[in-house]
């Protein structure tokens, strides 16, 4: 038991140790991201009674294409140096040992996107109780994307054009993150709660956190052998 | 009992299969051209036009099975990819592969006549309407399950990995689905309902019948046949495929 908390507590250590070492990687998600949601004012115009009501959802569709951009790497480089190999040859579960690589994702590239969101919030006139809720939605939502899209990164490991593919296979399945996310925000701009939408969301994330690393485990195991 | 199990795991092996196949996928297609041959007879002939909607209705005949089929077929589609990736069963294997080409076709013609019966009853091609956007998803997530297997060169490797995604999509289309009828229903407050059709009449209800029939023989005889040549390519070194090959040269 208390190796296999050492062994997950390490992995964790090291992906964030790597990260640390490689900044650029999950600056340029969250400047993808920035970059994104100021696109949208340029593309629809300045009004911004539009921007607000338009906000959730471009925040919620650029949250997901900047987790898409941050999948692609998700295990292809320790598939690479091969210590992909070594934690699938472990004595530990592997859809535990895939939940501290997800976990370490998460810290990386989710829960940035979770702290910055507030400022585009602003930028595109929301108001406060509303950039909480968007910050509440994002922080259950964004475990699901890293979740769901471990799942796609899986599937595609050493594919050429993995990284086009994971889009197409993985977008479909963001839907429900999507709607709840983007609703959450949506039903306290017009007045209503956002305690379903977060509940929902709550048990999306539950669900999710059950049945995807061994769905994980499973496509690494099919694609790695 | 036993004696019956048996029969059944026959045909699971791919030289029995084959010829199982052989056999009867011309009887389905035969089936299926005939069946849509009086299914559309009865459908644009016989039945009478809606008092509300006119002619424009009749394209129900084809939207509704092609509808039906779409979602059954990819849970079936997700049945064999389970039944290949626990048992591994290599025909089940090949079948989930065979039926994500119909089931999608399925999907494009219902999406395809959806908006053509949408023009003159909506007055528009297309609504985000909570079915049509989940019949969307659904042609996506068939897109997806055939990226994801042609992208992979590995036959072995693509079926098992495609399996996964097929089960992955399967779990999430109920969740899909009602997070879109939601997601409707909020956004658009009360929008088109196609559910309250008024009661049908026995001549329509008996070509949507007939044409829901002629869907699943053609989805069979046509998933059957893609099922074979599969076969055939991804053992084309093994004993049985020479012999029969070797039978027709």
């Known amino acids: 038991m208390n190796g296999l908390a050492t062994a997950l507590f390490t992995l964790l250590r090291r992906d964030l140790i790597l990260a640390l070492r490689r900044r650029q990687d999950a600056l340029v998600v969250l400047g993808f991201f920035v970059v994104v949601v100021s696109l949208f004012p340029l593309g629809v115009g300045p009004d911004p009674q539009l921007l607000r009501s338009m906000a959730p959802g471009v925040l919620w569709v650029s949250a997901l294409l900047a987790t898409m951009l941050s999948l692609e790497r998700l295990f292809s480089d320790d598939f690479r140096d091969g210590s992909l190999e070594q934690i699938l040859l472990a004595p530990q579960p592997l859809s535990l040992m895939v939940m501290s690589k997800i976990l370490a994702h998460w810290l990386i590239t989710g829960l940035p996107l979770v702290l910055i969101s507030p400022l585009l919030g602003m930028q595109l006139n929301l108001d406060g109780t509303e950039i909480l809720t968007l910050m509440a939605a994002l922080l259950l939502g964004t475990p699901i994307l890293s979740l769901v899209g471990a799942i796609g990164a899986a599937l595609t490991l050493g594919l050429r054009g993995g990284g086009v593919l994971i889009s197409l296979l993985i977008l479909p399945l963001y839907v429900p993150a999507l709607v709840l996310g983007a609703g959450a925000v949506d039903a306290v701009m017009y007045g209503s709660s956002a305690q379903a939408h977060l509940s929902l969301m709550a048990a999306l994330l539950i669900l999710t956190l059950l049945l995807a690393p061994w769905a994980i485990a499973a496509a690494l195991r099919i694609m790695s052998d | ?249």
């Open chain 2, 1 to 249: 009992m036993a004696e019956q199990r048996v029969q059944w795991f026959k045909f699971a092996s791919p030289p029995n299969f084959y010829d199982l196949a052989g056999r009867l996928a011309p009887w389905f297609g035969g089936l299926a051209a005939i069946l849509f041959v009086v299914g559309l007879y009865v459908g644009f002939v016989l039945a009478p036009p809606d008092y509300q909607q006119g002619n424009s209705y009749r394209i129900m005949f084809i939207h509704v099975p092609t509808a039906w089929m779409s979602m059954f077929l990819y849970v079936l589609m997700a049945v064999y990819a389970a039944i290949g990736l626990i048992w591994r069963v290599k025909t089940a294997e090949v079948m989930a592969k065979a039926i994500a080409p119909t089931g999608a076709l399925f999907t494009f013609l219902a999406l395809w006549t959806g908006a053509l019966w949408g023009k003159p009853t909506w007055g528009t091609y297309w609504v985000w309407d909570a079915r049509l956007t989940s019949e969307l998803i659904l042609l996506f997530l068939y897109l997806g399950y055939m990226a994801l297997h042609a992208a992979i060169e590995d036959r072995q490797r693509a079926a098992n990995a495609s399996a996964i995604l097929a089960l992955a999509g399967v779990v999430n289309v109920p969740i899909i689905y009602f997070s879109v009828v939601w997601w409707n229903t909020l956004h658009q407050g009360a929008s088109i309902t196609v559910t309250s059709a008024p009661t049908m009449e026995t001549v329509m209800f008996s070509a949507l019948m007939l044409m829901t029939f002629a869907c699943w023989m053609y989805a069979i005889a046509v998933v059957l046949w893609r099922a074979r040549l599969e076969l055939l390519e991804r053992e084309r070194r093994a004993a049985w495929v020479l012999e029969r090959m070797g039978e027709k040269a």
